[in-house]
Structure formats: C-alpha cells, structure tokens
C-alpha cells in the first residue's frame, strides 16, 4: 500500500476514521428526529464517499446536472437538483429523469415554473419540482406568505407533465451566526417558516410531500426540527475551518486536508513556503470574518496533528506562505525543506473542488482507498 | 456552428479577436527588445490557446509536472517549470527529459539543490536547472547576494547530469502597485537585481544562458527591460478585472468570460441571481484592495457588451448575486429570468482552473472551436 510519504504533493486527503464520525453524528440527529435525511454531495461529488454517508438508495441534493448524471448512473433514483432551474437546461432533464423517476428540480418565481411548463410535453415522464423558500433573507426563494408561491404550485400541479413535490429552503444566513444561541434561533426560524409556506398552500388545496430544510450549521444546532420532514446538509461529512470557526464542531473533526511538501523559506521573514497554493487550497478566505482567520488553512504534520498557531497565510497559484500567529522562527524538526504537512482547508467544497480524487487514509497513512470525483456542469 | 444562446451554463468563453490582440501585444514588447519570450502557460493550459501565443518550439513556462508533459507530449522541448521543485516530484522528472530536452526546474536553497544532486545519477541526461531569485520581497527566491546563490549554483554546476542554465524571479511584487509609475520602477528593479545576481554569479566564473524575468505588469510596464535575455507572462493572453485595475490593459481587452443564465431575482433587494457561483467564477477577490473593487466579477451581456455598474457581489457554490454599484433596479430588458450574460473574471487563472474546456467565440457569437484544458499536478 502507498504511505502518505510516497504521494506526490499536492493531493487531497480523508481521514476516514473522523469522517466516518462525522457521517455518523449526522444521522443520529436525522433518526433521533425521525427525519429524513437527504445528503448534500456537492462537497464531495463521489461515489465511493457517498457510500459512507448517503448510500443508495438514500435521497440526494446535487448542486449540478454533472452530479445528477453521476449519482443516476449509478443507481440513486431520487435526487434533488437544488439550483434554481435554468432554461438552457431543460434539454437534459430528461435524459436524468429516465433513470431516476424521483428526480427533482427547483424553481422560485413564475417565469421558472412557466419555463417548465412550456417545455413539460417534452418529458418521456412527469417531472418532480419543488418551490424554493426564502427564510432567511439569504439569497434565493419565495417569500412563505407570497401570492406567487402559490401561483407557481398551482401551475405546476396543474401541468400533467410536472409532479408538485413540495417545498426546500436553504438556511444559508446560518453561516452568519456567531454562537450557538443566534445558530438556534436560526434553525427554529427556517423550520417555522418552512412549514409556514407548506401550510399556506394547504390554505390553497395544495399539499406538500416533502418539507425540506438544511444547512450543517441548524442540522447540528442541537434543536428539534419542527414542522420538516427532511434535512439537507453537505459540509459535515468532512467539516472543515469554517464550520469549526462557527462552532459547529472542533478543528479535530475536520476529515479533509491538503498534502503538501515545503520546497523552501524566507528565513529573514520567518516564512515556510509550500507546494499547495492557491490551485490546491482554493482561493476561499471564509474565516477572514470570524474570531479567527485562519488564512487559507491550518497546518497540521503529516499525521494530521495541528500545530497550534501555524497557518497558510498567503498563497500564489502553486505557492502557499506558512507563518505562525506570533511570528515566530518555524523549527528546523518541524519545518525543513521536503518535509510533508497536512493542510486543514478553510471551505471544505472550495478545496476538494480543486482535485478529481481523494487520498483515504486512517491513523496508519497508508493509503487505502481512492476516491473519485466528478466535476464540471 | 453552436451558438452562446445554445451552451448550458456555466461555460468558459474565449474572445478569439481580443485574445490574439493582446497575444500580439506581449509578441511586440519582446520583439521590440529583442528578448526571448517564454510565456506561461498556466493561466488557460491549453495547447489549442498555445498555438496562438506560444506555438513550439517556443519555449513554455509551466506550474505543474502536468502541464509540463502535457506540452512535452505535444512537442515542447524547452519547458521551465517555475516552482521550486518538491523531493517527492524528482522520480517524475526523466519521464518529462526524456521528451524534452530542455526541461527545466527550479531551485532557491541549498538543501533543494542537494536533492537534485543527490538523485541526479538516476537521470537519463543532464537535467537542466535554474535559480530562483528573489528580487522584490515578494515570494520564494535567493538574494541576488546571498552566498547561498554562489553555492548552490557551484552545487549545480559541478554535477554532471545537471546542467546549470541561469537565473529567474517572478516580479509578483507588481501586483502590489497601484500607479504606472511605481509598476515602471518594479520593471526596472526586477531586471536590476536578476542581472546583479547572474553578475556576482560570473564573478565566480559561473555564467548564466538564460536571465528570466518577468510578470504580465512589469512585462508591458513600457520600459526596456535591461539586463535580461528572456521575458516571462502569463496572463496577458486573456487578461481579467486585477489587470485592468491595475491599469495594464482596459475592461475591453478582456477576452475571457463565464457564460451565465439569470434563474431568479430578489426584487425587493434588486438583486439578479445567475447560475455562476464561485465554483464558475473562482473563490478570487483580487480587486477587493483595488481602486474599483469588483467583486467576484462584472457583468456584460451576451454581446461582452459591459453592463456598467453591474457586478457580482457575491457568490454561494451554484449562485452568483448581481447587482449595480448604485442599487438601482435591473431593467428587465438585461435582466429577464432565462437571460445570458457574461461575467469578465477577477482572475483569469482561478476562473479558467474551474473548467475542463473553452468555448472560443468571435462577434458573430458562433462556438468556431472548443480549447481543452490539462488540471491537476
């Protein structure tokens, strides 16, 4: 078997024991709540990583139709494309829809839905659509007491060639919470206004199979989710400094991480320079906004354990700057040329983004498995 | 032909006319000086964009063993691969000599250059090797009188399967002036201090071929670049937002853009949501400390027509938010749902990393050619 020593730099890598926890933690919380869960493996986009934590046939959210295609092809039938439908992509809808019947997309306003029911004859089979809710103010989706929310459930239940599936939020404004009470009140408010849209369009005839809400950060606030019927949530199978920055789990957790090998220093400026730049750690600064800002990651030695206060402070595109918090002289024992780090990527989906496999490796690093990835729209 | 109005999005897009403008306008620079010309190719990693502005047998800079043989496999013979080169990459270096005679890597201390000698036996030939040079504080790189550069030069030197062949830097400092002037005075200083350090290298009998040098600003900063016999670039071929910030090209010579579909609005908010989020546009803010912080790019229409005022403001994974500088309303003539636009990137070589291909356009619109692209290490 390969050892960590023997890759060549850079390279994705999964630690599978704390990713295996962190599948885990999730499900608990989906069982003890008697929810469905619906993993997101947009951070992922791999099979072989799905297996762990969203086996078919388990529902999926899928962030393209590149992923939709994968997760089809290889069996999983319902599979929710949670980005607002574009025109351009009506075309190879139904290709997708021939192999997995529950396949679902979104729309959020009428000229979406009008979209789809324009083109509905085209479909070999009735398509699967959700309304998307606003519940936080985010980004997408209607508002839960709009007019138009039910003018577009009602045409899509009235268009044979489309099936009205329910209604999806996503909290996204959860990664603006700054402690665990703002991260809870949160959660309750897209449960509640969730479910507040399902009940309007009851109001109108109109029932909805699926309540779906999610984020990592109110999946794990530790509250009850009231009112769904599914949770969606992607970035906790691997967590990473973000999610730790919010509170959502400890630096430990995090089961992803970039192997990089130091090619030099500048001795005068107490700077490490590594091969993992931008291209490996992608150019994401999440944390720039939190108590700390962990740059763009923290490193960690090759068995994975942080060393406190040394982080990638820079990068260029093959080029990453390791300093420490406090500026100090890096250690010849920890920081020599050729020596091998681990870097903890500050947005999960941002980093493994930039490979198309990961390195699985447990406490031994010996590599044992090889994921794959797919990328692209 | 395929037209932009048929591609799904998001897709790549290259302007043919603006790209061989602005190819043209590095070619004059050099042939003006009479300098050799190594543009790198790392920016769109495309041997079809490379027929245009580096056609073999020029030679190629490269930021990747990857990318190093995919041109080796295609011809190239004179591949300087600029990043100090990794122990665990030394096993994959003959491969590359072995069809690339002038393939060359880099160094900037002594402990990288006694891996090179210590694993050199294992090379087939000689394997080519420069010096990095630090020249402007910027990055990696050797003081220009640093004993260390003697040394290891020395090092290379009197090891027969190397070939000790000069000197280079990266003048990335340049990204950091913010005037005409000041860019001017990095141009002189990066050639000042790389031909300093070949000179001290003489003066202990060791001569340089090749004196590289170079950056997309400090390259058509308008000054002679005296003192070096190779100008290094890379981004000029497509240019992005950073560039025209700096004032090194126009909006207008922008050649690349990510084609984008409108699939919604937040009326309330003005703003327009596209299908192009940071994994289409890249994670890079590059303007944000600019004079015009343009956000994670600006919109023009399908024409590459500049919507002015229009920018993304920002991004999710799968979603771009659109708005204008003065948070004035979208007309719904540009900005209908199911309409194209075409957002210029903040940093062409982080947009183009997140695609596999290039749609190439001329003004008619119509798709003439499809470029691919090599990702990964």
Not at 31 to 56: C, D, G, M, W
Request: with cysteine.
């Amino acid at each position: 078997m390969t050892h960590l020593h023997q890759l060549a730099t850079p390279a994705c890598i999964i630690d599978v024991d704390k990713f295996k926890r962190n599948c885990q933690r999730m499900r608990t919380v989906a069982n003890a709540e008697n929810i469905s869960l619906r993993p997101h493996v947009k951070t992922l986009k791999s099979l072989q990583a799905a297996h762990y934590y969203a086996p078919s046939p388990m529902p999926v959210t899928v962030s393209t139709l590149a992923e939709a295609r994968y997760f089809a092809s290889a069996g999983y039938t319902d599979i929710l494309y949670a980005v607002g439908i574009a025109p351009n992509k009506l075309s190879q809808l139904d290709a997708i829809l021939k192999v997995a019947e529950d396949f679902t997309v979104i729309a959020d306003n009428i000229s979406a839905v009008q979209a789809l029911v324009d083109y509905a004859p085209q479909f070999s089979q009735p398509l699967a659509v959700m309304l998307e809710v606003d519940v936080d103010d985010h980004r997408a989706g209607l508002l839960p007491e709009s007019d138009e929310l039910v003018a577009c459930a009602k045409a899509i239940q009235n268009t044979p060639a489309l099936r009205f599936r329910g209604v999806m939020t996503h909290a996204g404004g959860s990664y603006d919470c700054r402690n665990t009470e703002e991260r809870q009140a949160i959660a309750h408010q897209e449960c509640q206004r969730i479910s507040f849209a399902a009940e309007q369009l009851k109001q109108h005839g109109i029932s909805c199979d699926v309540i779906s809400a999610g984020s990592t950060p109110t999946a794990l606030a530790g509250v009850s989710h009231n009112g769904i019927n599914e949770l969606r949530a992607g970035v906790y199978a691997t967590f990473d400094c973000v999610m730790a920055g919010l509170g959502v789990c400890e630096v430990t957790d995090i089961a992803m991480s970039v192997l990089t090998c130091i090619i030099g220093h500048q001795h005068n400026k107490n700077w490490v320079i590594v091969d993992a730049g931008w291209m490996a750690l992608s150019r994401d600064q999440g944390t720039a906004d939190l108590s700390q800002d962990c740059g763009y990651g923290l490193v960690c030695d090759i068995n994975g354990e942080l060393l406190d206060g040394w982080y990638v402070k820079a990068t260029n595109q093959e080029h990453g700057i390791i300093c420490h918090r406090d500026n100090i002289t890096p250690p010849e024992t920890l920081f020599s040329y050729g020596q091998i780090l681990r870097i903890l990527p500050i947005h999960a989906c941002a980093t493994s983004a930039q490979f198309t496999q990961y390195h699985v490796v447990n406490k031994s690093l010996e590599v044992s498995q090889v994921w794959s990835r797919i990328n692209g729209w």
